[in-house]
Every structure is written in C-alpha cells, then in structure tokens.
C-alpha cells in the first residue's frame, strides 16, 4: 500500500513549515494486526520525520519515521496501513485531549465520531473556531 499520496505528502510538508498552528491530522496510518496508530499532522523537508499523535500503547504527541513505518513487517506479508476513509476533522489538539482522556486514539476516535461529542462534553458545533 502507498502510505501516502502526492497530495497528503504536499498538505504535510506545507504544514511543516507552519508549525506553530493546531493542524488537523492529514494522514492516519494503523497496524491492521494490533497496537498502532499514528494520526500525522506534519512532515519534514527531508520527507521522513513526522510528527503528530503516535499511539503504540499510550497516546503521545512527538516525531517518528515514516521510512520506519514502511519498512514494519506484520503477519501474511502486510505492513502499516493507512486508513483510506480517515478524515480528520479536528485540530491535533482535540485528538490528544480526547485520546489521554480514553486512554487510545481508537477510543478518542469512538468518542469524536460516534458520541458527536468532544472531550469535555462539548458538541462539535458549539466550539469556537480558530481563524
């Protein structure tokens, strides 16, 4: 599978450069055997170092290698996958409140979506939008 396409690797590498803004997650990528997800918001110049919010066990927000995602073996030949239908919808920021509060972000993502609530008990439409 290509982890990413033309256009996300262009959304990320634009975010690289402005980071000091709450960017939305423009990539999910998820282990399809067990622990692993990464919600990627940045990338840099150099087209490995991301960052974002990793969760291999407990959500954090930090850097990790995209070249090392690639090169994971998992059972029947599979490596990392990324998540075709993933959105994003909210800034990194949210997704961090929402994956400390539930422990994953496979559980914050229940929470966002399925309960149209976010951390804090706030509806999506009733938050302040930043300019």
């Known amino acids: 599978m290509i982890l990413l396409t033309d256009t996300q690797r ?3 590498l634009a975010n690289g450069r402005d980071r000091d803004q709450d960017h939305i997650p423009v990539v999910k990528f998820f282990n399809p055997f067990g622990a692993g997800v990464w919600l990627a918001t940045e990338l840099d110049e150099d087209g490995d170092i991301m960052f974002g919010l990793a969760d291999i066990g407990y959500p954090e927000l930090g850097s990790w290698s995209l070249n090392e995602l690639r090169s994971i073996r998992l059972p029947f030949g599979m490596g990392i996958e990324r998540d075709l239908l993933y959105t994003g ?37 009733t938050e302040p939008r930043r300019s």
């Open 10 to 12: 262009d959304r990320l």
């Open 89 to 125: 919808d909210f800034p990194i920021s949210v997704w961090a409140k929402a994956a400390r509060e539930t422990g994953s972000i496979r559980d914050a993502e229940r929470l966002l979506y399925r309960s149209g609530r976010l951390p804090g008990g706030t509806h999506p439409d």
